[in-house]
């Protein structure tokens, strides 16, 4: 399976954009990218995914390279309560039973 | 109405023991999960289930079994339970096996003494 690579932890002032990147250098053709998150406490929940093309959502806004080596969730105004762990994930079109394979993800932590 | 539901939330258990945990959701999904999530916080696939039949199996020990009854239902029963168990088991489901969209519960944490 192909791996994707987060930073550790990121920070972010409320009200603001935030950026979380995702390097994923080794991602095929067919590959779609993920993003789930993690609210304290809480399950995984979906937040967007992308082939190709950007994509927008009510939640967020999902900006893939051209090359589709990189990838970046943004956040248009953070709120406290988006404050979780971000999950940058590739899954095959090929079917593979449709596991998630969850890495170590970005910490957000939103100060007001 | 919750989409996936989970019980119990909390189980504390003794060493040897054995357990169930059980999963619903009302989302008419075909696919259901079971993942660990450990205290370092890593989460992992343990099982699939589609229309009751299971496709996942990611070398997880045979004291645990998953049973689905229905395919709305996905249980977790573990035998001579110990204390590398202890963590938070998440019940997910999703509409086929693919790249849907998976919808989790709010998790169980099993702690074993």
């Known amino acids: 399976d192909a791996k994707t690579t987060q930073p550790n932890s990121m920070e972010s002032n409320e009200e603001e954009p935030v950026h979380l990147p995702c390097n994923h250098s080794?991602?095929?053709?067919?590959?779609?990218i993920h993003w789930y998150r993690q609210l304290p406490s809480q399950g995984p929940e979906y937040v967007i995914h992308?082939?190709?093309s950007n994509v927008n959502n009510r939640m967020a806004s999902l900006a893939i390279a051209e090359d589709r080596k990189s990838s970046t969730l943004i956040l248009h105004r953070a709120t406290l309560r988006d404050a979780a762990v971000y999950y940058c994930?590739?899954?095959?079109?090929?079917?593979?039973?449709?596991?998630?394979?969850f890495g170590q993800g970005t910490e957000l932590s939103v100060k007001p | 109405d919750t989409a996936v539901s989970q019980t119990p939330k909390y189980l504390v258990t003794q060493m040897g023991n054995d357990k169930s945990i059980k999963c619903e959701q009302n989302?008419?999904?075909?696919?259901m999960y079971w993942y660990k999530q450990d205290s370092k916080k890593f989460l992992k696939i343990m099982f699939s289930?589609?229309?009751?039949?299971?496709?996942i199996n990611e070398t997880v020990p045979n004291r645990f079994s998953p049973k689905s009854p229905d395919k709305a239902h996905l249980n977790l029963h573990i035998n001579s339970l110990e204390l590398g168990d202890s963590a938070v088991y998440f019940c997910?489901?999703?509409?086929?096996?693919?790249?849907?969209?998976?919808?989790f519960g709010p998790g169980t944490r099993l702690t074993v003494l």
């Open positions: 289930y589609n229309n009751k039949e299971l496709i």
């Open positions: 994930i590739l899954r095959a079109r090929v079917d593979q039973g449709g596991k998630l394979i």
């Open positions: 080794t991602i095929s053709g067919t590959d779609y």
């Open positions: 997910a489901s999703s509409l086929g096996t693919r790249t849907d969209t998976q919808y």
């Open positions: 992308g082939l190709t």
């Open positions: 989302l008419g999904h075909d696919t």
